[in-house]
T-cell receptor, first 112, second 109 residues
Framework: IAGITQAPTSQILAAGRRMTLRCTQD?????MYWYRQDLGLGLRLIHY???????GKGEVPDGYSVSRANTDDFPLTLASAVPSQTSVYFC???????????FGPGTRLTVL | EDQVTQSPEALRLQEGESSSLNCSYT??????LFWYRQDPGKGPEFLFT???AGEEKEKERLKATLTKKESFLHITAPKPEDSATYLC??????????FGKGTMLLVSP
């Protein structure tokens, strides 16, 4: 693989269910990010990680959690999905000091 | 709090009709302004980074410029394949970016 991969590509989920969105990068970037993109609101940062073992909250973290056990993987978990979490989710990565973020193809999530 | 405002929200051009997209920003200290292109159903694709007022960067028909308050993305003689949403983002010293809502560009043949 080259770059960032995300899985699944799309998912329909019942409200109240738990869901983990997967993100893997092979560029050995230190930093990784999760965004959601909604019509009229643009890209909003959910959580980020500057390096393996550390995470931080972005603009809209409520209802989401992340972990960073290693450099390559950065999963995003919705513990109990709600309809307002219907969105397109993008994972991104960058080298520390660069801030040029490279994005994955996205996951389209629908919560019913 | 960093703020980014892009205008117009949407722009329709005829092929060959040059124009500019605007990105106005408010930050405590600019550490970089970024332009991305996003095609429907895909993730944003990095175009340019600008760091200081007066800086310019070019790529094919695109040229990005930066002042202390705004950035412009100039599109010269656009082609239909330039149709996309163009996103602007700023970094003010932390590792995160603040994005504008984007300008949707449609270039008709």
């Amino acid at each position: 693989i080259a770059g960032i991969t995300q899985a699944p590509t799309s998912q329909i989920l019942a409200a109240g269910r738990r869901m983990t969105l997967r993100c893997t990068q092979d560029m050995r970037h230190n930093a990784m990010y999760w965004y959601r993109q909604d019509l009229g609101l643009g890209l909003r940062l959910i959580h980020y990680s500057n390096t393996a073992g550390t995470t931080g909250k972005g603009e809209v973290p409520d209802g989401y959690s992340v972990s960073r056990a290693n450099t390559d993987d950065f999963p995003l978990t919705l513990a109990s999905a709600v309809p307002s979490q219907t969105s397109v989710y993008f994972c991104a990565s960058s080298s520390i000091g660069s801030n040029e973020q490279f994005f994955g193809p996205g996951t389209r999530l629908t919560v019913l | 709090e960093d703020q980014v405002t892009q205008s117009p929200e949407a722009l329709r051009l005829q092929e060959g009709e040059s124009s500019s997209l605007n990105c106005s920003y408010t930050v405590s200290g600019l550490r970089g302004l970024f332009w991305y292109r996003q095609d429907p159903g895909k993730g944003p694709e990095f175009l340019f980074t600008l760091y200081s007022a007066g800086e310019e960067k070019e790529k094919e028909r695109l040229k990005a410029t930066l002042t202390k308050k705004e950035s412009f993305l100039h599109i010269t003689a656009p082609k239909p394949e330039d149709s996309a949403t163009y996103l602007c983002a700023v970094n003010s010293g932390y590792s995160t970016l603040t994005f504008g809502k984007g300008t949707m560009l449609l270039v008709s043949p």
